[in-house]
């Protein structure tokens, strides 16, 4: 897996969908970034959200399994604990680690399907499929990707 990622990095770190947008801003907002702020970014990508909080003074350390992501630490996919979370699952998670939860933030992107499929790098006949399988989410070209930011800090109890 951390090679196909690695070969694909290029088009996350120049992808306007990934590297902007309101979740972006409000997840940069919520760590409330400055001079002395040290955060951990695990499964960094194309390390936007690293990016907009060293512009801010905080201190990033940045967590990936792809080399080719240029993280400070390569961490085996299997020992990151990243997956696609639902809502509930995130909150017990971060319940169960000590962390009370805040506030969530729904959000929708919408990149253009097709170009969505080359970034990473779709085989032909898996493009069918995926096309079939998300058929409910494109419309005019356009996906819907729904994801949450969830703000959680350390329990004062």
């Not at 509930?88 to 169960?96: I, P």
Request: include cysteine; hydrophobic fraction near 35%.
């Amino acid at each position: 897996m951390t090679d196909v990622w690695s070969q694909r990095a290029e088009a996350f770190r120049e992808s306007p969908t990934h590297k902007e947008g309101p979740d972006l801003d409000l997840l940069v907002e919520w760590c409330e970034p400055g001079e002395g702020v040290k955060v951990l970014d695990v499964a960094t990508g194309g390390g936007h959200v690293a990016r907009r909080l060293r512009e801010e003074g905080c201190t990033v350390v940045t967590v990936d399994p792809a080399p080719g992501m240029r993280p400070d630490v390569v961490a085996p996919a299997e020992d990151l604990p990243v997956r696609c979370y639902s809502e509930e699952e995130w909150k017990k998670m971060l319940t169960d680690a000590g962390l009370d939860v805040e506030q969530v933030e729904r959000f929708e992107r919408h990149p253009v399907f097709e170009d969505w499929l080359t970034r990473v790098e779709t085989p032909p006949d898996d493009a069918r499929h995926v096309r079939e399988l998300l058929g409910d989410r494109i419309d005019n070209g356009l996906l819907t990707l729904k994801s949450i930011v969830v703000k959680a800090r350390r329990s004062q109890t």
